[in-house]
């Protein structure tokens, strides 16, 4: 049963606050498991649908979700990635060992091309991340020139004589991966000084303009991005217009049960406490978000430097019988709202949060799409749904919504509260969307929701959510978690009434007239 309480919020429809980048909703594809080789590539020959090797059924879910930019090739494999051992005839491309992720060999079959030509397909923008823990600078900046000057020099010629005669466009590149750590274990000021120097010669070509991504923090490391930050806005030979070398900086947090990476926990076991242990967890990256934008404010009030959170999501032990080092995980209704949870949180500070790329896009950590390898099957997860519930908020104008009323919260006997309600809203079109989730695992929640400066004039509803907290689909029930019509609200004279189920995610849809 619902509490007797109801929190009301308001929502100014006529008031549209900063847009929502379409980038918040990018993915991530690291050479790691199954999600390039037998997520997203298969291969020429595979009797799976392919197109040149590349999935078919993948690609086109992907498409379902209006995937706006992905991530690749790494991740920690990205430092230890050569970019010439992934081009030209594949039979003649030299194999390597995947000292990251288990030690396995790859073939390199997927390389420079075939991303690309994925990119292309998806209509999705790149977004490569460059070697600076085994690479060099020269070999960075060659890679550029391969894969976008269009006129006569070196590397444009050996992309022409492998293939591709036009350049492509890549609009982010990341000056390497995670520094902190699997990249090179460097001090903020010695990776701040690398990436001055690797990200000048991240030079656009021929109209291809590139926001260069600077290695950020660590979760909570607020020393990193006070010294990227100062090291950057301290260039006095950077343009006014754009900051240089780099115009923005990453963020890495992930969601698990403990309260660092000793205790993931298993995603098919959600106690009810551990549920909130989690989202606990999970709710942090507001706070995350927050401090460093502060930090971050303090050099650049006027935000010209974006914040990047290139690696987010649930992290659970690997699922028993499954390589431990491919990071294989099922996927339920509660990854669904950590999900759900992040996005609102994306939205809330679209002012500085310009992209976030979930981890990963296939097969590995909260993927949205799960292959099976004895069928070849495609399963599509709850957190996929989400994202495709959510997909109108993409480059939409945030709505302001402030909860009058406090939201109701889990009292854990230790450790901070958890709200219990997470919400947000955007205007785009002519229509506005709403986004509830209710956290709760044992109730459903009633909200009020006071919609002001615009006439509705439709409305529709979708409910994701399931009677077992441990839901999740399979290829024997690929249906067991998808969207239903949601019929549990009531909209009179501007006053919009909503019950949530319990552990649901709720969107409306509006039709809106002035």
């Given at each position: 049963?619902?509490?007797?309480?109801?929190?009301?919020?308001?929502?100014?429809?006529?008031?549209?606050?900063?847009?929502?980048?379409?980038?918040?909703?990018?993915?991530?594809?690291?050479?790691?498991?199954?999600?390039?080789?037998?997520?997203?590539?298969?291969?020429?020959?595979?009797?799976?649908?392919?197109?040149h090797g590349l999935r078919t059924d993948v690609i086109e879910a992907l498409k379902d979700?209006?995937?706006?930019?992905?991530?690749?090739?790494?991740?920690?494999?990205?430092?230890?990635?050569?970019?010439?051992?992934?081009?030209?005839?594949?039979?003649?491309?030299?194999?390597?060992?995947?000292?990251?992720?288990?030690?396995?060999?790859?073939?390199?079959?997927?390389?420079?091309?075939?991303?690309?030509?994925?990119?292309?397909?998806?209509?999705?923008?790149?977004?490569?991340?460059?070697?600076?823990?085994?690479?060099?600078?020269?070999?960075?900046?060659?890679?550029?020139?391969?894969?976008?000057?269009?006129?006569?020099?070196?590397?444009?010629?050996?992309?022409?004589?492998?293939?591709?005669?036009?350049?492509?466009?890549?609009?982010?590149?990341?000056?390497?991966?995670?520094?902190?750590?699997?990249?090179?274990?460097?001090?903020?000021?010695?990776?701040?000084?690398?990436?001055?120097?690797?990200?000048?010669?991240?030079?656009?070509?021929?109209?291809?303009?590139?926001?260069?991504?600077?290695?950020?923090?660590?979760?909570?490391?607020?020393?990193?991005?006070?010294?990227?930050?100062?090291?950057?806005?301290?260039?006095?030979?950077?343009?006014?217009?754009?900051?240089?070398?780099?115009?923005?900086?990453?963020?890495?947090?992930?969601?698990?049960?403990?309260?660092?990476?000793?205790?993931?926990?298993?995603?098919?076991?959600?106690?009810?406490?551990?549920?909130?242990?989690?989202?606990?967890?999970?709710?942090?990256?507001?706070?995350?978000?927050?401090?460093?934008?502060?930090?971050?404010?303090?050099?650049?009030?006027?935000?010209?430097?974006?914040?990047?959170?290139?690696?987010?999501?649930?992290?659970?032990?690997?699922?028993?019988?499954?390589?431990?080092?491919?990071?294989?995980?099922?996927?339920?209704?509660?990854?669904?709202?950590?999900?759900?949870?992040?996005?609102?949180?994306?939205?809330?500070?679209?002012?500085?949060?310009?992209?976030?790329?979930?981890?990963?896009?296939?097969?590995?950590?909260?993927?949205?799409?799960?292959?099976?390898?004895?069928?070849?099957?495609?399963?599509?997860?709850?957190?996929?749904?989400?994202?495709?519930?959510?997909?109108?908020?993409?480059?939409?104008?945030?709505?302001?919504?402030?909860?009058?009323?406090?939201?109701?919260?889990?009292?854990?006997?230790?450790?901070?509260?958890?709200?219990?309600?997470?919400?947000?809203?955007?205007?785009?079109?002519?229509?506005?969307?709403?986004?509830?989730?209710?956290?709760?695992?044992?109730?459903?929640?009633?909200?009020?929701?006071?919609?002001?400066?615009?006439?509705?004039?439709?409305?529709?509803?979708?409910?994701?959510?399931?009677?077992?907290?441990?839901?999740?689909?399979?290829?024997?029930?690929?249906?067991?978690?998808?969207?239903?019509?949601?019929?549990g609200y009531t909209l009179s004279d501007g006053l919009l009434e909503v019950t949530l189920?319990?552990?649901?995610?709720?969107?409306?849809?509006?039709?809106?007239?002035?």
């Amino acid at each position: 049963m619902p509490t007797s309480t109801a929190p009301r919020a308001v929502i100014d429809l006529d008031v549209p606050g900063p847009t929502i980048s379409r980038h918040i909703y990018g993915h991530f594809a690291e050479h790691l498991g199954r999600c390039v080789y037998g997520g997203l590539w298969v291969g020429e020959d595979s009797p799976i649908p392919n197109i040149h090797g590349l999935r078919t059924d993948v690609i086109e879910a992907l498409k379902d979700i209006d995937i706006p930019n992905l991530r690749w090739p790494g991740g920690c494999f990205a430092d230890e990635y050569h970019w010439r051992d992934g081009v030209g005839p594949r039979q003649d491309r030299p194999m390597m060992v995947n000292t990251n992720w288990g030690d396995v060999v790859e073939d390199n079959s997927f390389g420079t091309h075939e991303f690309m030509e994925l990119c292309e397909l998806l209509g999705a923008d790149a977004y490569i991340t460059g070697n600076v823990g085994s690479g060099t600078v020269q070999e960075m900046s060659e890679w550029v020139d391969y894969l976008t000057r269009d006129g006569d020099s070196p590397m444009a010629r050996l992309r022409r004589a492998n293939g591709r005669e036009r350049p492509w466009k890549v609009p982010f590149f990341g000056i390497g991966n995670e520094s902190w750590g699997c990249g090179g274990h460097m001090r903020p000021e010695t990776y701040a000084a690398e990436a001055r120097r690797y990200a000048t010669f991240v030079r656009d070509h021929d109209g291809n303009r590139i926001t260069r991504v600077a290695c950020g923090a660590n979760v909570d490391d607020y020393e990193w991005t006070e010294v990227l930050m100062r090291d950057l806005l301290e260039c006095e030979t950077c343009p006014q217009a754009q900051p240089g070398p780099y115009q923005a900086i990453s963020l890495h947090s992930y969601t698990f049960t403990g309260d660092d990476f000793s205790r993931k926990g298993r995603a098919l076991e959600p106690s009810t406490e551990d549920w909130y242990t989690v989202f606990r967890r999970a709710w942090w990256m507001d706070e995350l978000i927050t401090r460093h934008s502060t930090v971050m404010d303090r050099y650049d009030p006027h935000r010209r430097v974006g914040l990047v959170v290139d690696e987010w999501g649930a992290w659970w032990d690997a699922e028993e019988g499954t390589n431990p080092a491919f990071l294989f995980q099922q996927n339920t209704v509660r990854d669904a709202l950590i999900a759900s949870l992040h996005l609102d949180i994306f939205h809330r500070h679209a002012e500085r949060v310009v992209m976030a790329n979930l981890a990963q896009t296939v097969n590995v950590l909260q993927a949205p799409i799960l292959t099976d390898e004895a069928t070849g099957a495609m399963v599509l997860t709850p957190t996929y749904w989400v994202l495709k519930m959510s997909k109108g908020h993409q480059d939409a104008q945030r709505l302001d919504l402030r909860w009058v009323d406090d939201l109701p919260e889990h009292r854990p006997g230790t450790g901070r509260p958890v709200p219990l309600v997470s919400a947000s809203a955007s205007r785009k079109d002519g229509r506005a969307l709403v986004s509830l989730s209710n956290l709760d695992a044992e109730r459903a929640r009633r909200l009020r929701l006071d919609l002001r400066g615009a006439r509705v004039t439709g409305d529709e509803g979708a409910v994701l959510t399931a009677d077992a907290l441990n839901a999740h689909n399979t290829v024997e029930r690929p249906d067991a978690v998808v969207p239903a019509p949601f019929t549990g609200y009531t909209l009179s004279d501007g006053l919009l009434e909503v019950t949530l189920p319990r552990a649901s995610f709720v969107t409306i849809s509006l039709g809106l007239s002035e």
